[in-house]
């Protein structure tokens, strides 16, 4: 069976060691699983930037930044299974949203657990765009007739509510489309199965091993961006959270902040967990870890920022070009799909 994966990575802020580790890697490996007629979509979505308020000014740079960052990690343009482009210059995205619109209702935007917690944060100006993204997301994915998603379980409510989209529209117009209007994206539970090989790897806060490492500038010491100088990388690393138990051990529960460091040194030098514990678990010396996941973070950053330096923007933007106009022919064929459905068009 042939499948169709697509992923979104975000635009308005720098990657983290975080995302590169969690969602990037596993990307370049399925982008090297991918049989005969699979396509992998990946996109930046840029459109998604202003849900909530954003430095305006930097969004164009740090989005082809993150393009750059992709391609430096080994997603392969020239692969022809595989696109790579910015959600705003495939203008079908825009305009199959309010089709979509028309068919979702207003008890299930408002019920999603995202604008819920992220309105509260904004106070009394909530943007309507902050209400009405899931659908936009929907398009996203209904466009490519995509099967699997890759997502954080903070974004399962909106992948649902894509399938309820889907498959309400595929009802209301089976006549004119018996084989379905839309390709209806496989349920949460599949989707947990093909992400099977990244399950788990989720890189924490150093300064809060409790919890995730986040994008946001709330936790600069505990966050690794893929733009820091590997200099003050190390530095974080030196500082990271540990514990006093005094011994090393792999034990999220007891030991996250220690955990946390072999987790990056699993990742990053690419030895097997096991000869990771081997190694390290019953030493008792937690400077010789943090020097050695400083070490390895320092090569990777060192690695990564010079690949990317070496991406001229012009050749990398007229490239983007040349995949982005085969994206929108896709798009549109969708497009108008919807367009017939709902008789905009014959
Ligand atoms: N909303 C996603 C996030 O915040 C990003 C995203 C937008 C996305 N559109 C998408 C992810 C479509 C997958 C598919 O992480």
């Not at 496989?186 to 490492?213: H, V, Y």
Request: glycine share 6%.
């Amino acid at each position: 069976m042939t499948k169709t994966i697509l992923t979104g990575l975000r635009s308005n802020a720098s990657l983290t060691i975080g995302n590169y580790l969690g969602a990037i890697l596993p990307m370049i490996k399925t982008q090297q699983s991918l049989e005969k007629d699979d396509k992998m979509f990946i996109f930046v979505p840029d459109l998604h930037s202003f849900i909530t308020p954003i430095d305006y000014d930097n969004l164009y740079k740090t989005a082809l930044q993150n393009i750059k960052t992709y391609i430096a990690a080994g997603i392969d343009l020239s692969n022809p299974n595989v696109y790579l482009y910015r959600q705003s210059r495939i203008s079908a995205h825009s305009e199959i949203q309010w089709i979509l619109s028309c068919f979702t209702y207003y008890g299930e935007t408002q019920r999603m657990i995202q604008f819920k917690e992220k309105s509260k944060k904004e106070g009394r100006n909530v943007s309507v765009g902050l209400f009405s993204y899931p659908i936009l997301m929907a398009g996203d994915i209904l466009l490519y007739d995509a099967d699997y998603v890759p997502l954080g379980q903070d974004q399962r409510q909106h992948l649902e509510l894509t399938r309820d989209i889907a498959i309400r529209m595929n009802n209301k117009f089976e006549a004119k489309f018996p084989e379905g209007l839309f390709t209806v994206p496989k349920s949460w539970a599949k989707q947990l199965d093909f992400m099977n090989i990244s399950e788990g790897i989720k890189i924490r806060s150093l300064s809060n091993p409790e919890t995730k490492m986040s994008k946001s500038a709330k936790d600069p010491k505990g966050t690794i961006t893929l733009t820091d100088k590997p200099d003050d990388a190390v530095k974080k690393i030196m500082s990271a959270q540990t514990d006093d138990y005094g011994k090393i051990d792999w034990n999220w529960e007891k030991q996250p902040g220690v955990t946390n460091l072999l987790q990056l040194i699993t990742m990053l030098s690419g030895d097997g967990e096991q000869e990771v514990k081997d190694t390290w678990v019953g030493k008792t010396k937690y400077g010789e870890l943090k020097i050695a996941t400083a070490e390895l973070v320092h090569d990777f950053l060192t690695n990564l920022q010079t690949k990317i330096a070496e991406l001229d923007d012009e050749e990398v933007s007229k490239i983007l070009e040349i995949n982005e106009a085969e994206v929108s022919k896709i798009a549109n064929k969708t497009l108008h799909r919807a367009q017939k459905a709902v008789g905009l068009k014959r």
